[in-house]
Nanobody
Framework: VQLQASGGGLVQPGGSLRLSCAAA????????MAWYRQAPGRQRELVAD?????STNYADSVKGRFTISRDMNTVFLQMNSLRPEDTAVYYC?????????WGQGTLVTVSS
C-alpha cells in the first residue's frame, strides 16, 4: 500500500510541470486526495485537494495557476506559470485505514 509521486524536475520561471500520484495496492477512487509542498526551512503546506466528487480547493498562492484532477487511481497536479517560490518537495496524501498516507515526495525546482 503506497502512493507513488512523480513528475518533478527543474523548470524555468513561467514554465509548467505535471505531477502524478498513483496509488498502489489499494483503491483511492472514493477517497479525498491532496497535494502538499514543503520548501527548505518552511512548514509543509496544503497546495490543493480534491474530493471523490471532484470538488477542489486551492491555496491562495496557487489559485489560477495550478489545477488538481483525478482519474481512476491517480491524482494529478498541473502547474503552470511557475515561480521561484513554488520550489519545494511536493507530496501527495490520502487516508488509509483512517490514517494519513503520504507519498515519497517529488522535487520541483523553479530557477533560471
Amino acid at each position: 500500500v503506497q502512493l507513488q509521486a512523480s513528475g518533478g524536475g527543474l523548470v524555468q520561471p513561467g514554465g509548467s510541470l505535471r505531477l502524478s500520484c498513483a496509488a498502489a495496492g489499494f483503491n483511492v477512487r472514493v477517497k479525498p486526495m491532496a497535494w502538499y509542498r514543503q520548501a527548505p526551512g518552511r512548514q509543509r503546506e496544503l497546495v490543493a485537494d480534491i474530493t471523490s466528487g471532484r470538488s477542489t480547493n486551492y491555496a491562495d498562492s496557487v489559485k489560477g495557476r495550478f489545477t488538481i484532477s483525478r482519474d481512476m487511481n491517480t491524482v494529478f497536479l498541473q502547474m503552470n506559470s511557475l515561480r521561484p517560490e513554488d520550489t519545494a518537495v511536493y507530496y501527495c496524501k490520502t487516508v488509509y485505514n483512517w490514517k494519513d498516507l503520504w507519498g515519497q515526495g517529488t522535487l520541483v525546482t523553479v530557477s533560471s
